[in-house]
């Protein structure tokens, strides 16, 4: 097969899955462009059968905005036409899924069919789409796409519910590459953020409010109020500054570590007790995932598709959003009892494999082969 894939190329997991499963069909031998504003993070040019196309946008003294999606059409047509494109499996049904659209109208011209596989990762259908300016074009391009997928059964029960969807979402979770886990071990970072050997507690993300890391903060207060621990920060983004003047504010700082973006996460990862994610809304939550596959349980709230990716009282535990109190005896359960934090570890584990590639994957490549069946 010849796959054109788009993505946001960023550290957010839609990125992280779209170059993940791209990485993969290329290495079973198929062909994969990316198509993007900049290079996906984890994408590596020199993989065989992989190929990156830039979308340049130009900034016009006539234009107030530059027109993104235009750009990103004509680009859709020429790479479809040039590499002789079997499908295109867009991220995000906007702008990816309406500017795919268009694509395939002005190819369908020239008598070229090109199906369009659109996956739903929650922000264009939970923050986006109630946002009436973006709510038509949402519901447009995912009834025109050929195939659609969400990447939870709450992400496919709210599309459902929010827009006047008439197009069958299969759901296919994300997926972990439990490779990239194997043989790490922890490393310096625990010895240095940690030296007498406490409990690090850890939280990933873009710290946009969504993810409420205040409420990570919260959480670790009130466990470091009843035993010593650290708690590790990574990522970052615009609710850093608050998050840095709360931890001053409640005295906790030196036991409070931001490390930052990094491109290292799964041995960052490694270091790790417990990770916590009380975010507001989460479609999956793959950094919870993430986690579990180095080994760490997690406390997260229960929204959206959280209670699929982490099993309350198995691999972790679910509580209310904003329910700290409950999330920290939850934490302090886990970190006050040897036995039962190597359970849950264990466990974590366990439900980690539940998504792990080839568990998945499969379900991808017969959505595509479905499509194209009937050209053939
Ligand atoms: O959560 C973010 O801020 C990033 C966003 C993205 O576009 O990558 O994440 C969404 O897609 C991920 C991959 O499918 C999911 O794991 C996240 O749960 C989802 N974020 C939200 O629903 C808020």
Redesign the pocket.
């Given at each position: 097969m010849r796959i054109g894939i788009v993505c946001?190329p960023t550290y957010?997991?839609?990125?992280?899955?779209a170059t993940e499963l791209g990485i993969e069909m290329a290495a079973l031998g198929h062909q994969v462009h990316f198509i993007s504003y900049s290079q996906p993070v984890r994408l590596d040019l020199l993989a065989e059968n992989v190929f990156y196309h830039e979308v340049v946008v130009r900034d016009y003294p006539l234009f107030d905005y530059s027109p993104y999606e235009l750009v990103l059409t004509s680009k859709l047509v020429s790479v479809v036409k040039n590499e002789k494109l079997d499908l295109l499996h867009v991220h995000?049904a906007i702008p990816h899924a309406s500017a795919a659209y268009m694509a395939k109208q002005i190819l369908k011209e020239e008598g070229i069919n090109l199906p369009i596989v659109c996956t739903l990762?929650?922000?264009d259908i939970?923050?986006l789409g109630r946002d009436a300016s973006f709510e038509s074009v949402i519901t447009f391009a995912i009834n025109k796409s050929d195939a659609v997928t969400a990447?939870s059964e709450s992400l496919k029960n709210d599309t459902n519910t929010h827009f006047d969807v008439n197009r069958f979402i299969n759901v296919i979770p994300?997926f972990i590459n439990l490779t990239r886990y194997e043989g790490l071990k922890p490393n310096s970072i625990k010895k240095r953020y940690a030296p007498k050997g406490q409990p690090i507690l850890m939280h990933v993300?873009?710290f946009?409010k969504?993810?409420r890391v205040e409420d990570v903060v919260k959480v670790f207060a009130g466990v470091r109020e009843k035993l010593n621990a650290v708690l590790l920060l990574v990522g970052d983004g615009p609710e850093r500054y608050n998050v840095e003047q709360m931890c001053r504010q409640l005295g906790i700082c030196s036991d409070i570590h931001f490390l930052g973006k990094t491109k290292d996460v799964e041995q960052v990862l490694m270091n790790g007790d417990l990770f916590i994610l009380p975010?507001e809304?989460?479609?999956?939550?793959?950094?919870a995932l993430e986690a579990m596959a180095a080994g760490m349980p997690v406390i997260s709230s229960n929204s959206?598709?959280l209670p699929e990716v982490n099993q309350n009282g198995y691999s972790g535990f679910i509580s209310d959003v904003g329910n700290t109190t409950e999330m920290t005896n939850n934490a302090l359960k886990l970190l006050e009892s040897k036995e039962l934090m190597t359970k849950f570890k264990k466990q974590a584990l366990l439900q980690a494999e539940k998504f792990s590639l080839p568990q998945i994957l499969p379900n991808y490549i017969e959505l595509y082969n479905k499509l194209l069946l009937p050209l053939e």
């Open positions: 946001y957010g997991g839609s990125g992280v899955v995000y990762h929650g922000t939970s923050l990447v994300n993300s873009n946009r969504v993810k975010s809304t989460e479609s999956f939550g793959l950094a959206g598709g």
